[in-house]
């Protein structure tokens, strides 16, 4: 199993779409930190519609915690624009977490700096386009860690 993690997020639409997305791929989805919202604010509810019920989520007060609840076995993978490895170059394992930062700011420096080598990035060929959407980066990945670990196939 995979997990996604998004820490402080603060858009509601962009969470209730992530929501979705792991819903529609049986994904848990993980709230780190506080969020910009409430996770029953409207906009978030009505962009995960009706599939709330089918969502796996879990919450936690900071990443040290939602390591402990994953686990030992789990890598934590970090999403930014600042890396250097693309997605597509990583090998994806059952158990990855897809760690994403909020959305205005990313994940903190230092956490990037200390773990530089469990740090991807979704290539973007125009330079002045400074990121993805959210959902769209979640959207990405994930289905490219599905793919690898051979979890599409088994519906």
């Known amino acids: ?62 990443l040290e915690a939602l390591k402990a609840a994953l686990g030992h ?12 490895r693309s997605y597509a170059e990583w090998s994806f394992a059952e158990g990855d977490c897809l760690v994403f930062g909020p959305e205005t700011r990313g994940l903190p420096e230092e956490l990037l700096r200390a773990n530089r080598e469990r740090c991807l990035t979704i290539p973007m060929p125009n330079p002045r386009v400074r990121s993805l959407n959210l959902a769209t980066s979640v959207g990405i990945v994930l289905y ?7 979890a599409l196939r088994r519906g």
């Open 1 to 62: 199993m995979l997990h996604v993690a998004l820490v402080e997020p603060e858009i509601p639409p962009n969470t209730g779409n992530v929501a979705r997305l792991c819903a529609a791929t049986r994904t848990p989805l993980h709230v780190v930190g506080v969020t910009g919202f409430r996770l029953d604010d409207r906009a978030a509810r009505r962009a995960g519609l009706d599939y709330w019920p089918e969502v796996e989520l879990r919450r936690h007060r900071d």
């Open 73 to 84: 076995g789990a890598r934590l993978l970090y999403l930014t624009t600042k890396a250097e």
């Open 144 to 150: 490219e860690a599905l793919r690898q670990t051979g």
